[in-house]
């Protein structure tokens, strides 16, 4: 039986740095039908994550990612340990209806359209009709689905679905938004915004759980990291502890005369003994490259595809003075 304790069941707003989640000796064994152990998906976990940080759990497939996802949701129990979510055990209600969650996949009412589906979810937090569609309008337009917004989710691409699936988990202004693969489906641009919002979301005080394999997307938002293998946490802490290499150091400067950088490179050779020292030319990596190309030939030409860029931009800012943090 999971450890549990019992809490109020209301509690102040926490300040910056209050801790948000807290995990400890987390585990979850699944069974077969005969009570048998099956496989043990979570193993011994433990962490926090506090109020405005963009906290990452890594790992392959299969590692416990998921599985941890729906432990801090309430939707398993775990086998043994201790969750508490805003001071209260995940399945309280109060505890929920501060929570946004995006699965993995997006599971949504095919024949309704993208306005009636953020209403939909919005009744469910007993919001009021003219806040809900207020909501509704500012979060399509910030997702890039307004000028779709009566087609039916049917019809969506995946790409698409991700993003009525993202606005759905934002439509309660949560104070904690998990996010399982979010960028999956999307194209770079899709992606840029998606990592866009969730800085902005933490600019706000929102706290943000990511679950990822694309490395890149942790790197790009994360505070910190947890990296599971076998449902055991491998690695934790910030992307600058775990990958700084403090026996090397870089130099960067301007475009030298040729016979300056050999003087110079003289003197560190020198003074590098028969460690190597390297010169070479810095560059961008491939999605800064790509978002320049498409924000150039955004000048000239038009697309028939989702709207993205700069006006999501404008509306993740309108969405950060428009409802004020809980």
Request: net charge positive; glycine share 10%.
């Amino acid at each position: 039986m999971p450890v549990t304790e019992t809490k109020p069941e209301t509690a102040p707003p926490l300040p910056a740095g209050e801790v948000v989640v807290t995990v400890r000796g987390l585990t979850k064994v699944f069974k077969d039908f005969w009570g048998r152990p099956k496989a043990r998906a979570v193993d011994n976990v433990e962490f926090e994550v506090r109020r405005g940080e963009v906290f990452g759990l890594l790992g392959p497939n299969g590692s416990g990612k998921s599985t941890t996802v729906k432990l801090l949701l309430g939707l398993l129990h775990p086998t043994r340990g201790y969750i508490e979510v805003f001071g209260r055990p995940p399945r309280n209600v109060a505890t929920k209806e501060r929570i946004g969650y995006l699965p993995e996949e997006s599971y949504l009412y095919r024949y309704l359209d993208s306005a009636e589906t953020l209403d939909f979810f919005g009744n469910l937090f007993h919001l009021p009709p003219g806040e809900r569609a207020n909501r509704a309008r500012q979060l399509l337009e910030m997702v890039g689905l307004n000028q779709v917004r009566r087609r039916t989710v049917g019809e969506f691409s995946k790409g698409m679905q991700r993003r009525i699936g993202l606005a759905q988990a934002l439509i309660n202004d949560p104070d904690l938004v998990i996010l399982d693969e979010p960028t999956s489906g999307l194209d770079p641009i899709g992606c840029r915004e998606v990592k866009d919002l969730i800085l902005a979301l933490a600019r706000r005080g929102k706290t943000v759980i990511l679950s990822s394999h694309l490395l890149a997307d942790v790197e790009d938002v994360c505070d910190r990291v947890v990296i599971y293998y076998g449902g055991r946490i491998q690695a934790m802490g910030s992307l600058r502890e775990l990958l700084a290499t403090p026996d090397r150091l870089r130099i960067t400067t301007p475009a030298l005369p040729r016979p300056t950088l050999e003087r110079a490179l003289d003197i560190l050779r020198q003074e590098a003994g028969d460690r190597e020292v390297l010169l070479d030319t810095p560059t961008q990596n491939l999605e800064s490259y790509f978002l320049g190309v498409v924000e150039r030939a955004k000048q000239t030409e038009l697309t028939s595809g989702a709207i993205s860029g700069a006006r999501g931009r404008r509306c993740a800012a309108a969405l950060d003075t428009a409802t004020p943090g809980r």
